[in-house]
C-alpha cells in the first residue's frame, strides 16, 4: 500500500511514508542494527528454487497473519493524529494524577486548621488572649494558602479548556497544532516475474482504508493463475476476509517483514519509481490525481527495465515473450 498527500505541489519532495507496519508511519528513522537477520534472506540462496524458496518464506511469516491492534517496532516519526492522541491521555493522567496529590495536601491543611480553630474557640477568655497572636499568624498563613489554592483553581479551568480544545482540534483535523497532513492510499499490484503494473485502485479514506475495499480491488485485479500474493503488514491485509479470498482463489497468502522492504524490493522499487515521477506533477483533488495515475502506468508498462530477465524489454514486452513460451 502507497500513500501519498491529498494535495500536492510540483517539485515538492514527496515524504517517505509507510504503511508495512500495521499503521501510517511518516519519515520513519532508520535503525542501526549490527547482523539484520530476516526471513527474505532465503531468497539469496541461487540454488533454490523459487517456489520452494517462496513457501519456505511463506512457512517463516505465517505468524504474521495474526493481526495485533498493539503497535509494534521502532515509530520515530511525525507524530500521527493517533500518536497524538494517545500521548495526550498520558501527560493528562500524570496532571491529574498531581492534582490529586495537591488536592490530598489542601485537604490536610484544612483539617489542621479546623482542628486549631477548635482548640482556639474552647480556650478560656484569658488562654485566647494569650494565643491571640499565634491564632493571628495562622490565620494570615491560611488566608495566603487559600488564595494560592484559588489561583490554582483558575490555572486549572484554563488548563481544562486547552485541554478539550486540543481534543476538538484532533478530531476535527483543524486548529494550528494539528501538524498531520491528509493522505490517499493508493494499492501497488504488480507482478514479480514482468514487473508488469496491473493496477493502480486509489482509496480516498487513506491510512483508513477498510479490507473489504481492498478485497474488492484485489477481486477484480488478480490474475487467476496467481500462486503467491505478497503484501505488508497492514491491517486491512491481515484480515479473515483476506485468508477467505486465499482459499476461494487457491493462491498462498504471504506477509512481508516488517521494516524489511528487501522482502518485497519489485513492489518497494515500483513505489520508488511512482513517486519520483508524481514529483513533478500536482494535484488539488482526487480528480487529477487519478488522471496522472492514469498516464503513468502505460509510460511505466512499455518503458524498457533493466531487471528483467532479458535486459531491455518493458514488462508489456516480457509478458507476451513469457505466453509465447
Known sequence: MCFVPETHEAQEKLPA??????????????????KPVWPGQVFANTDLPFEAAMRAYAQTTEDRQVHSHTPQGPTNSLPTRWRKEWEGRALRHEVLLQRKQEDAEWFAVRVVLREARKIY????????????????????????????????????????????????????GTGVAEAERSWIAILVITDNCTRQCASLPIFPTGPKVTSQEVLDALQIWLPAELQFLISDQGTHFKTKLMSQLAQEKGFIHVLAYRHRPQSNGIAERFVLTFKQWLRNRSWKTIEELQTWVSLFLPAYNNRPHQGLAIPGLSPNEFAKRIWLI
Do not use: F, P, Y
Not at 508511519?25 to 549490527?34: A, F, G
Not at 474557640?121 to 488566608?143: D, H, I, P, V, Y
Not at 483553581?153 to 481544562?160: F, G, M, S, V
Open 121 to 172: 474557640r474552647n480556650l478560656s477568655k484569658k488562654g485566647r488572649k494569650e494565643q491571640m497572636q499565634s491564632w493571628q499568624e495562622k490565620q494570615a498563613a491560611w488566608a495566603v494558602q487559600r488564595e494560592q489554592q484559588q489561583t490554582q483553581k483558575q490555572t486549572r479551568r484554563l488548563e481544562n479548556e486547552a485541554w478539550h480544545q486540543r481534543n476538538r482540534a484532533l478530531r476535527t
Open 17 to 34: 511514508v509507510s504503511g508495512s507496519s500495521g499503521h501510517l508511519v511518516i519519515e520513519r528513522c532508520s535503525t542501526d542494527e549490527e
